[in-house]
């Protein structure tokens, strides 16, 4: 199973607003917060 976000304006690089958003998310997610 996979999710597929669509981050509007990030590029490459991790520490983007909006990616690092993102990255929080998926990493509480796996972590079970």
Known sequence: EA???IVEG???SYDE???LHQLM???ERFAGK
Do not use: R, S, Y
């Open 3 to 5: 999710e597929l976000h």
């Open 10 to 12: 990030a590029g490459h």
């Open 17 to 19: 607003p909006g990616i």
């Open 25 to 27: 998310i998926a990493t």
